[in-house]
């Protein structure tokens, strides 16, 4: 399993998010942020560690656990609904745009637009943002 640092270091680069940004956006203390990433908290706190999940836009079980631990059997129904509906939409914007990704990235896309959906009660997929993920993707 990846550790936390380098899991929040790498969710921290992809969405060009730094300490400051996560400090201003959840009101934690710059250096609780640098201490984690630093590897030197050795045991955070749920509740900080569910603020910098939300600051960048993941769930605390995507920081948490590496994604090949995640089952699909693990998956609730609607959660598979959601999924289906980030991938349904997520294609079809791509075609209709006439975008092209590597399978890599269009994958990553689908985690991120499936996490975003998960957000919602109940679970929904917001075209919008969609388009603004693919958008910078494609630079």
């Known amino acids: 399993m990846a550790s936390l640092q380098i899991k929040i270091s ?4 992809q969405k060009k998010i ?8 959840t009101g934690l203390n710059r250096n609780t942020v640098y201490s984690i990433i ?7 706190s749920a509740h900080n560690l ?4 939300q600051a960048l836009g993941v769930t605390l079980e995507s ?3 590496d994604e090949e631990e995640i089952q699909i059997s693990s998956l609730s129904d609607e959660q598979m609904k959601a999924f289906a509906d980030a991938t349904s939409s997520t294609i079809n914007i791509i075609i209709a745009r006439g975008l092209n990704f590597p ?19 109940p679970p929904s997929v917001d075209d919008r943002f969609v388009d603004w993920l693919l958008d910078k993707y494609k630079n």
Do not use: C, H, R
């Open 50 to 53: 569910q603020l910098i999940a």
């Open 18 to 25: 730094n300490a400051v940004d996560i400090e201003k956006e």
């Open 10 to 13: 790498e969710l921290m680069a």
């Open 103 to 121: 399978l890599n990235k269009l994958i990553s896309i689908i985690k991120e637009v499936y996490q975003y959906a998960l957000k919602a009660n």
């Open 63 to 65: 920081i948490l656990i």
């Open 38 to 44: 630093a590897g030197n908290s050795k045991n955070p």
